[in-house]
C-alpha cells in the first residue's frame, strides 16, 4: 500500500510518532492585517469643504479638535505655499537690469527660510530663429510655470554678452544666494534635449529643488495602476537626472579656459 505522507490521517500520525515519517512543516502564521489608516491620513483624501463638513458632523470633542487642527495646519501650509510662489512665468530683462533682477535677486530669501538658501534664477540667453534657442525657450516658459518658486529671466544673447556667437546659445546661467552656480553653453547643440533633461539638469545645478510630495487635500490615487505610474515616472527622473549629470561636462563650463574666457562673466 502506497502511503501519501501529506495526508492528514490517524495512520499517518501514527507514522510520525514512531519517526517513521517526518513531522508535519507548520503552517505559517496568517499575515497580520495592515495597521487601520489614522485620523490625519484619511483627511489628507478630503478637500476644505469636506474637511468643514466633517468637522460640523464630529461625534465628539476631540474628533472635532483634531480635525480643526488639521485643517488650520493644512491652511498654514497652503499661505506658505503661496508666499513663496512668487514668480510662475519668465521676465524679460536689458542688460542694465542684470545685477538687480538675477544677481540680487538671488540673495533673497523665501519667506519662512530659516536655513536662508536664497532664490534660484535662472537667466536664460537665446537668439530668435535658432530652432535649439526657441525649443529651449518653449521649455523653459513650461519649466517657470511648474516652479514658481525659481526666478527664470530672458535676453537676447549678444544683448547681455556684447558679439556672443549664435554657436554659444541659447546659454543658461544659473545663480543662487548671488553667486554663479552652474553655466550651460550651447544647450542642445549636439542633439535634440527634452524637458526632461533640462529640468533635470537645473536640479543638479540647485536652481530648482526637486518635485515634492502632494500637498495635504491632494486626492490620493484611486488605484494601483495609478500608483505605479506615479513611481514609474519618479523612477524616470531620478534616472534622468543621473544620465544627465554623467553627459554634463559636454555643456557645462564651471572653470575658465581660454577658449570661453570672454564670456565667463558675473555683471
Not at 488650520?72 to 542688460?95: D, T
Not at 523653459?140 to 547681455?160: E, H, M, N
Amino acid at each position: 500500500m502506497s502511503i501519501n505522507p501529506n495526508e492528514d490521517t490517524e495512520f499517518n500520525d501514527a507514522l510520525r510518532k514512531h519517526g517513521i515519517l517526518p513531522p508535519r512543516p507548520k503552517t505559517p502564521p496568517s499575515p497580520s492585517p495592515p495597521p487601520s489608516p489614522s485620523l490625519e491620513d484619511r483627511l489628507d483624501d478630503l478637500d476644505d469643504a469636506e474637511l468643514l463638513e466633517l468637522e460640523e458632523k464630529a461625534k465628539n470633542d476631540e474628533t472635532e479638535r483634531r480635525i480643526r487642527a488639521y485643517h488650520e495646519q493644512r491652511l498654514e501650509a497652503q499661505k506658505n505655499e503661496a508666499l513663496r510662489a512668487r514668480f510662475g512665468r519668465v521676465y524679460p530683462i536689458g542688460r542694465d537690469d542684470y545685477t538687480r533682477e538675477v544677481t540680487d535677486a538671488s540673495k533673497a530669501n523665501e519667506p519662512g527660510d530659516d536655513e536662508e538658501r536664497g532664490t534660484g534664477v535662472i537667466c536664460f540667453l537665446y537668439k530668435d530663429g535658432i530652432l535649439r534657442s526657441d525649443r529651449t525657450f518653449q521649455q523653459i516658459r513650461t519649466l517657470a510655470q511648474k516652479y514658481p518658486r525659481t526666478k527664470f529671466v530672458s535676453i537676447v544673447g549678444d544683448k547681455c554678452i556684447p558679439n556672443l556667437p549664435d554657436a554659444r546659445v541659447p546659454m543658461l546661467i544659473i545663480y543662487r544666494k548671488g553667486d554663479i552656480r552652474n553655466q550651460i553653453i550651447s544647450w542642445g547643440a549636439d542633439r535634440e534635449r527634452s524637458l526632461e533633461e533640462l529640468e533635470a539638469m537645473l536640479i543638479m545645478s540647485s536652481a530648482i529643488d526637486p518635485p515634492e510630495k502632494p500637498p495635504p487635500g491632494s486626492r490620493r490615487r484611486d488605484s494601483d495602476e495609478s500608483e505605479d505610474e506615479g513611481e514609474d515616472a519618479s523612477s524616470r527622473m531620478r534616472s534622468k537626472v543621473a544620465s544627465t549629470n554623467a553627459r554634463a561636462q559636454k555643456n557645462v563650463r564651471s572653470s575658465r579656459d581660454d577658449s570661453d574666457s570672454e564670456f565667463e562673466f558675473d555683471i
